[in-house]
């Protein structure tokens, strides 16, 4: 597995705006092939907040496909209004995760 990792600064007051530009990714991003899922993490309370954005896929093949159907652009359009400049994006492999395991507090009985 692979991810997109996208690393942004937020202008001041537009995380809320920011939140909802990624709403508006979810449907088309998961008719995506390949795409599995993502996660946003902001890194300060700040006005400006540090966001990183991680996409993950099956293979890093199916991000370039993203790319070659303008998912990518369509992406980066969303959201580069709330951006303080143009978001740095890397692709990474996964070695290792296990995102959203069942609670253990939710097993024990």
Known sequence: MHARVWQLRIKPGKLAEFR???GGLTAPAHRQQGFRGSL???ADRS???QVTVI?????LEDIRNSERNMFLM???SH???CSDGFPQISEQEIIAGSLFA???D???G
């Open 106 to 108: 939710k097993t024990r």
């Open 74 to 76: 369509q992406a980066i």
């Open 40 to 42: 946003a993490l902001v």
């Open 79 to 81: 959201v580069i209004g």
């Open 102 to 104: 069942e609670d253990p």
């Open 47 to 49: 006005e400006s907040p």
């Open 55 to 59: 996409g993950v896929w099956n293979s």
């Open 20 to 22: 909802a530009a990624l």
